[in-house]
């Protein structure tokens, strides 16, 4: 079916935290294989892994030092040949992370003299532009004598897509892992990959801008948003639609103005799923969600597709942010995620309630200034010290495992087998979002012959 991801449920792993086959305390490639069942048994249609490739870990595999290897901690090319088919035997694509805005220090274009001058972005002096980190994005080389840019930490260089050496080189990144049975990618940060040429001066943000903004300083009016990035997007979209089915492009498209977000489909050749990041940033009240939802419905054409997703590998997990660990409002959340109309993200754990894990200072890995491991600690599988993750030592610690797979796919009445139940459901959803008249408090909307009442007050779900 070429067009799959329209109402696909992809389930987003982040594999050190997944399995761990080999007992180093790290998940990889075997490990998920030996999961494949289970997602089979859960329903979902694709798995978006983030990145698998060679990386020193600055920014757990986010730094990429080979972008057509795998990093030896997850295992092989043959592996992935053989994740790849075992999971299209059952019926499950395999979606990739792609990291086209930067790479590591690492890399070997950064390491040869000349990719290093002529692929990343360079300035005698630095303009005012601030990282992700809200530090100024420019290091000194002191081999270049000038000043490299960085959107996010300052081993994470970023590339100068400008230039036409840099592009084709994606290409052929793109059509090396299509051509091993790849579904498509997920594009980390797609909408800055493009800077501006001059790399003027971004504008002081104001009252009204948005929150990003606003803790950032400034609007990234220079370096994030340029019009070019669509020709990058044109562009794999035409690579993509070579294959049989067509390979899909999913963003991550932290774009809030919603008229600019809905440019990131194109006319149809762009991208198929750019991510809505709004739900990610409300509370969990009827009076928030509701018209943040129906804001982007109202703004998608009818022939494009929205993705929502409440949780991924640099938030706080949604039971948590959004439930506080009730029980009742992960039903809630879980049954809206998977009855809109469009497909939906699940982050590993999401499925059963999984919360975020307290991690102690000492044994904190990311390098973040706020770090995000608390939603990067290993799925529990079963009970136990272990979690049914490892038989080693685990790279991050786990937190309760009381609340785990195996107790209760047990048990018919979890929120893992509501999840299942829901998973399935929408497969059998039809029509549009349709919005019906409620009491203070609730939600409610119709799909086809569905109704869906969410009741914010008593934390009560209905679906009939």
């Known amino acids: 079916m070429g067009d799959w991801w329209r109402n696909a449920v992809i389930y987003q792993i982040y594999p050190r935290s997944f399995t761990d086959s080999n007992g180093d305390g790290i998940g990889d490639i075997a490990g998920i294989i030996s999961r494949l069942d289970y997602l089979e048994w859960l329903g979902v249609d694709a798995v978006w892994c983030t990145p698998l490739t060679v990386s020193p870990n600055r920014d757990y595999g986010y730094d990429v030092a080979d972008y057509t290897a795998i990093d030896p901690a997850f295992g092989t090319l043959e592996d992935f040949d053989r994740l790849v088919a075992e999971a299209e035997r059952r019926g499950i694509r395999v979606v990739l992370d792609l990291v086209p805005n930067h790479t590591s220090?690492?890399?070997p274009w950064f390491r040869d003299e000349r990719t290093k001058r002529e692929y990343y972005v360079w300035a005698d002096q630095p303009n005012n532009w601030?990282?992700?980190l809200h530090v100024p994005a420019w290091t000194f080389d002191p081999e270049m004598g000038r000043y490299y840019l960085h959107s996010y930490l300052p081993d994470q260089p970023d590339l100068d897509w400008w230039n036409e050496d840099v592009r084709a080189e994606f290409d052929d990144?793109?059509?090396f892992w299509f051509d091993r049975g790849v579904a498509g990618f997920r594009i980390d940060a797609c909408y800055v990959i493009v800077k501006d040429r001059l790399l003027r001066d971004n504008p002081p943000a104001g009252r009204d801008d948005h929150m990003w903004d606003r803790n950032r300083g400034q609007r990234p009016v220079h370096s994030a948003h340029q019009p070019e990035v669509h020709e990058v997007l044109r562009r794999w979209r035409r690579i993509g639609d070579e294959y049989d089915?067509?390979?899909?492009?999913?963003?991550?498209t932290w774009v809030p103005e919603l008229e600019e977000l809905r440019r990131y489909y194109g006319d149809g050749d762009e991208l198929q799923l750019p991510q809505y990041p709004q739900l990610l940033f409300s509370r969990f009240r009827a009076q928030e969600l509701r018209p943040v939802v129906e804001a982007w419905l109202d703004t998608v054409a009818p022939d494009h597709d929205p993705v929502w997703l409440a949780s991924n590998?640099?938030?706080?997990?949604?039971?948590?942010?959004?439930c506080d660990g009730d029980e009742r409002?992960?039903?809630?959340?879980?049954?809206m995620l998977l009855t809109l109309p469009g497909a939906c993200v699940l982050f590993q754990g999401d499925e059963f309630g999984m919360e975020d894990t307290v991690v102690p200072p000492e044994l904190t890995?990311?390098?973040a200034p706020i770090p995000?491991?608390?939603?990067?600690?290993?799925?529990?599988?079963?009970?136990g010290p272990k979690g049914g993750f490892t038989t080693g030592e685990p790279w991050l610690p786990l937190g309760d495992t009381t609340r785990n797979v195996a107790d209760q796919r047990a048990d018919p009445d979890s929120v893992l087998h509501l999840t299942r139940r829901l998973i399935a459901l929408k497969k059998t959803l039809a029509g549009p979002y349709e919005a019906l008249p409620a009491p203070p408090d609730h939600w409610r909307y119709r799909r086809g012959e569905v109704t869906v009442d969410l009741d914010f007050g008593a934390w009560d779900v209905s679906v009939g």
């Open 329 to 335: 409002k992960t039903r809630m959340a879980l049954t």
């Open 173 to 175: 990144i793109l059509r």
């Open 372 to 383: 995000r491991d608390a939603s990067r600690t290993p799925v529990p599988w079963t009970s």
């Open 245 to 252: 089915p067509p390979r899909l492009l999913m963003g991550a």
């Open 313 to 322: 590998h640099d938030l706080s997990r949604f039971p948590t942010r959004w």
């Open 105 to 107: 220090r690492q890399h």
């Open 365 to 367: 890995r990311d390098a």
């Open 130 to 132: 601030m990282s992700s």
